[in-house]
T-cell receptor
């Protein structure tokens, strides 16, 4: 257990429905990342937050995806109008970033989304 | 795209040292080498990272060549629980860094 939690662990939804995932990072960590992983592939970066500010979005993050991190604590990732291609494991990671120092990311267990 | 090249799979006997190679010939001077692993159905787990010097922690050792174009992760006494996909990643240190770019990694299978 890395201290990063994600809920739910599994989600099955019908195409066209909206889904929301939650990530609770390690409490003192200032940076939070979202990744997506499909079967047989490594995780792909989606977006990250420095405290409450969303600093970067991957081109993989279509307009149907939105992420928030209110108050710089937990984060939510919402997918609107889900498509079958959204089926994947969604991973959250957090880190404590200090300028000039190297750092590691701590990953949660992921939320597995299945769109039927 | 990933800036590293790793063999897709490797086998190692339980109790022996597992040596996982990684090529990163286009690494920049201020980029670190990170290693993570992912056990089936779990999130990735940080193992070790380094810039120029060899590094060792309780999990593994990281050997980086002098020209920094390749590295080797060493698990000194592999156990069955070390069976996982191991990712070698090149990335910047804290501050302006963005997300990690994972490749497909090396699937390490520890044989009993």
């Amino acid at each position: 257990d890395t201290g990063v939690s994600q809920n739910p662990r599994h989600k099955i939804t019908k195409r066209g429905q909206n889904v929301t995932f939650r990530c609770d990072p390690i409490s003192e960590h200032n940076r939070l990342y979202w990744y997506r992983q499909t079967l047989g592939q490594g995780p792909e970066f989606l977006t990250y937050f420095q405290n409450e500010a969303q600093l970067e979005k991957s081109r993989l993050l279509s307009d149907r995806f939105s992420a928030e991190r209110p108050k710089g604590s937990f984060s939510t990732l919402e997918i609107q109008r889900t498509e079958q291609g959204d089926s994947a494991m969604y991973l959250c990671a957090s880190s404590l970033v200090v300028t000039g120092s190297s750092y590691e990311q701590y990953f949660g267990p992921g939320t597995r989304l299945t769109v039927t | 795209d990933a800036k590293t090249t790793q063999p897709p799979s490797m086998d190692c006997a339980e109790g022996r040292a597992a040596n996982l190679p990684c090529n990163h010939s286009t690494i920049s001077g201020n980029e670190y080498v990170y290693w993570y692993r992912q056990i089936h159905s779990q999130g990735p787990q940080y193992i070790i990272h380094g810039l120029k010097n060899n590094e060792t922690n309780e999990m593994a050792s990281l050997i980086i060549t002098e020209d920094r174009k390749s590295s080797t992760l060493i698990l000194p006494h592999a156990t069955l629980r070390d069976t996982a996909v191991y990712y070698c990643i090149v990335g910047y240190s804290g501050g302006g860094a963005d997300g990690l770019t994972f490749g497909k990694g090396t699937h390490l299978i520890i044989q009993p």
